[in-house]
């Protein structure tokens, strides 16, 4: 299980949860948000790496490959940096007694292009876990 303690305020960490990548942001002292692992336009599962921000009162992170800056909350492209916009897809998260959980429903809602674990390298930062009934998620300190 991931304790809120394991997560670095402002920085990401990446999860395993049921065979798909994650990426875990501590934005708060209790709240954490998660978006997919995969960056859209490079390919690369890189989202936790990038750096954590705000634009317009919406917690941001910028993609470390080539800098497009999406909202933690929805997912929205905010800067495309002259592309076309694609989202990242997120998942609702939880804090109880301490343990961060990802919903599990969420998981399987929709399938995201280059997740469907033909043409991905496991790039988590040590972190494992299994969404189960109960959505928790087991991740490593950066």
Request: glycine share 12%.
């Amino acid at each position: 299980m991931c304790g809120l303690d394991d997560l670095v305020l402002e920085r990401g960490a990446a999860a395993l949860v049921d065979g798909e990548q994650i990426a875990l942001f501590r934005v708060g002292e209790r709240e954490v948000l998660a978006v997919q692992q995969l960056d859209p336009y490079s390919g690369a599962q890189v989202i936790s790496r990038g750096i954590v921000g705000s634009r317009a009162g919406a917690v941001t992170v910028a993609s470390p490959m080539y800098k497009q800056v999406f909202d933690l909350r929805t997912g929205r492209c905010l800067d495309a940096l002259g592309r076309e916009p694609q989202d990242l897809r997120t998942w609702s998260v939880r804090v109880e007694s301490d343990v961060v959980m990802v919903a599990a429903d969420d998981l399987e809602a929709a399938a995201v292009p280059g997740t469907d674990g033909t043409d991905r390298t496991d790039g988590t930062d040590g972190c494992a876990g299994s969404a189960g009934s109960a959505g928790t998620v087991r991740a490593a300190a950066r």
